[in-house]
């Protein structure tokens, strides 16, 4: 006895004066730290940076960000402007806080303007330094409408740094508009993503850009649709720049986030108007990690990627607007949220006759009906089967409701093609006649078991624009939304029985919306209608014993300045949600889909479209580059 306790007291001791490194701890804390340089220096920020590392290390952070050119300030519009403050990386800068990780045992993600010395070009990037100092750096890929002016494009791909942490991949601020960057980081196996940003609205905008985008309002999705931890810092000041004559008010908003997409930490919503750019104090969000989830559901589904279908996301399709619609449409449509008896198609019309009845005075050129459109999902493989033998019928019926409504309509159900079987959304045409078909290509583990996948992801060319279509789960896989909005979609349709299984309410502080969206916002169907700058609308059930969550909506383009503001059903009541908006957006939107096109890096997309069995995305995804000689 007294042996055991002697071995126990010395495993004690050793434990006291030898303790679990970071990475054996089962979860570590990170600190987004809401800084406001001063603008227009460098080495001047430091000691107010340096007591907030200390300050943060304190509490027992392990990894603490900084925002978006944090050591100097935002608003430079030249090169000539900037020069006096850029570095090299490595340089004085990382120097400085390599000493600080080092001293606190700590990982410091920061912005800075970075001149490389070879090329004398200069980059709006990113550091990440830790206790044994400098890992890596990261240049912005995707430039705003400032920086443009003075610094290049990111030639460094997407990295992914190996720490202690966990794997750790950074973005900053306009790169999330572009799903693309977090997607390929995850793919590349990072665990956690370092989101940095100088986001915020223009002071006395010009009227032309109508607002400003705020892209640390998009974080929830990043971590979502990657199954990463997402960190996201900003800034809470305001900073003018007298020489060009003009101002930002950041908005602050620093968030953490789980791999499954709901909200750690969320700092308030900046409303410190006319503060000078030194004036506002500095905030520090915690949030704790575990990597017991750094394995989780979405990270899962990436094995079920089809890229063989992707191919046209690396395709530079600027300037290249020939396949986009040329004429803008007005697009009036009713979303039919009903609930269905279970495989009874004449109960289904008749309460779909009378819904409809009800609303006859709406002026209506496109109606939408959920997944399973005249039965409800099926209760079995058989039954689901059974329902191809009544193609003809439901076709039948929806041909004659288009016809009776002059009126394009949208429906799906399960067809059958040589023996195989396919779950198959349809488009017919005022007159009743098909004008376009699509067969859901990505199908979950159940679907697997009966159903074929489809091998194409059409655009079909009406009369009101130009329509895409996705089935149900599938907009988790913002690949086949980036393909539809490269073959010039202006609206995504998607017919859904959902009850919870994917996208959770979103969660975003809604101060940074200039209109509300409602609280059963879904977040996978605000985040497609974002990223592919196409119109989405969801109908969905409501009730029955698979408990259908409603919330049929339509989903707009730059929620966070308000155009068309999503239009969203209630949960749980039986309704025809009408919805109108006009397609393409003017020139005078901050963002449209030809800006997102424009703005693309096709080149630093091929590991999206590369067999994962194959040996080049393996090479890719083993390799500390980013870049590997197989595919560059």
């Known amino acids: 006895m007294m042996k055991i306790l002697a071995s126990a007291y010395i495993l004690l001791t050793l434990c006291m004066f030898f303790p679990a490194s970071a990475s054996e701890k089962p979860s570590f804390k990170v600190a987004a730290i809401e800084f406001n340089p001063v603008f227009k220096q460098r080495e001047q920020n430091f000691p107010a940076m340096e007591a ?96 443009s002016g003075w610094a290049a494009q990111g030639n460094l791909g997407i990295p992914v740094f190996d720490t202690e942490l966990g794997k750790i991949s950074i973005i900053i601020c306009y790169d999330d508009y572009f799903y693309q960057s977090t997607r390929l980081a995850s793919l590349k196996g990072a665990n956690l993503l370092a989101f940095i940003a100088s986001s915020g609205r223009m002071l006395n905008p010009d009227p032309d850009m109508a607002g400003v985008h705020i892209s640390i309002s998009d974080v929830q999705q990043q971590a979502l649709q990657n199954g990463l931890f997402v960190v996201a810092t900003n800034r809470t000041n305001i900073e003018k720049n007298d020489a060009l004559g003009i101002g930002v008010h950041y908005l602050g908003g620093a968030s953490i986030w789980d791999p499954l997409g709901k909200n750690i930490a969320q700092a308030a919503v900046s409303t410190q108007k006319g503060q000078a750019s030194n004036d506002a104090d500095p905030t520090i969000l915690y949030g704790n990690i575990d990597r017991s989830l750094y394995e989780n559901s979405a990270k899962e589904l990436l094995k079920y990627r089809r890229p063989e279908l992707y191919g046209d996301i690396t395709l530079n399709m600027s300037p290249r607007p020939m396949m986009a619609s040329r004429l ?26 009378t819904l409809l009845e009800e609303n006859v005075s709406l002026v209506t050129n496109l109606i939408v009906f959920p997944e399973y459109s005249l039965t409800g999902p099926p ?150 209608a974002k990223n592919a700058q196409a119109y989405l609308m969801a109908a969905n059930f409501v009730k029955t014993d698979q408990e259908f969550l409603g919330s049929s909506g339509l989903y707009s383009l730059d929620p966070t300045n308000g155009y068309y503001p999503p239009v969203v059903a209630s949960r749980d009541q039986e309704e025809v949600l009408a919805v109108n908006f006009q397609t393409i957006a003017p020139k005078t939107w901050w963002t449209s889909q030809q800006f997102i096109i424009d703005g693309r890096r096709p080149e630093l997309y091929i590991p999206l479209v590369l067999n994962p069995t194959q040996k080049c995305f393996q090479r890719w995804q083993e390799s500390t580059d980013y870049f590997v000689s197989c595919w560059r």
């Not at 392990?62 to 100097?72: A, G, H, V």
């Not at 390599?98 to 800075?112: F, H, P, Q, S």
């Open 379 to 528: 209760l079995s493989t058989e039954k689901a089967k059974e329902l191809a033998n009544s193609a003809d019928e439901i076709n039948a019926y929806f041909s004659v409701l288009a016809n009776r409504h002059d009126s394009y309509l949208v429906y799906s159900t399960v067809t059958k093609d040589s023996e195989k079987y396919y779950k198959t959304a349809r488009i017919l045409g005022p007159q009743g006649k098909i004008v376009g078909e699509y067969r859901k290509t990505h199908l979950n583990t159940k679907e697997k078991k009966w159903l074929t996948a489809g091998n194409d992801i059409p655009v079909i060319d009406t009369k009101i624009g130009r329509i895409g279509l996705l089935i149900g789960d599938e907009v988790l896989y913002p690949e086949a939304a980036d393909v539809l909005s490269v073959r010039r979609a202006d609206m995504i349709v998607v017919p859904v029985s959902w009850t919870g299984q994917y996208g959770i309410a979103d969660e975003l502080d809604k101060g940074f919306l200039t209109r509300k969206y409602p609280s059963n916002t879904n977040v996978i169907w605000y985040a497609t």
């Open 328 to 353: 803008s449409h007005d697009v009036n449509a009713l979303l039919v949220q009903y609930t269905p008896q279970a495989n009874d198609m004449a109960a289904n019309k008749s309460k779909v006759n």
């Open 52 to 147: 907030l590392v200390k300050q943060a290390a304190e509490s027992e952070a392990k990894l603490i960000l900084f925002p978006e050119m944090s050591t100097t300030g935002y608003l430079y519009g030249s090169r000539s402007e900037i020069a006096p403050f850029v570095d090299t990386i490595p340089g004085k800068t990382t120097s400085y806080f390599e000493e600080l990780a080092k001293k606190y045992a700590v990982y410091i993600v920061a912005g800075m303007p970075e001149v490389d010395d070879a090329t004398g070009m200069y980059y709006n990037a990113a550091f990440l330094v830790g206790p044994d100092g400098l890992v890596g750096k990261y240049r912005k890929n995707n430039l705003f409408l400032l920086e």
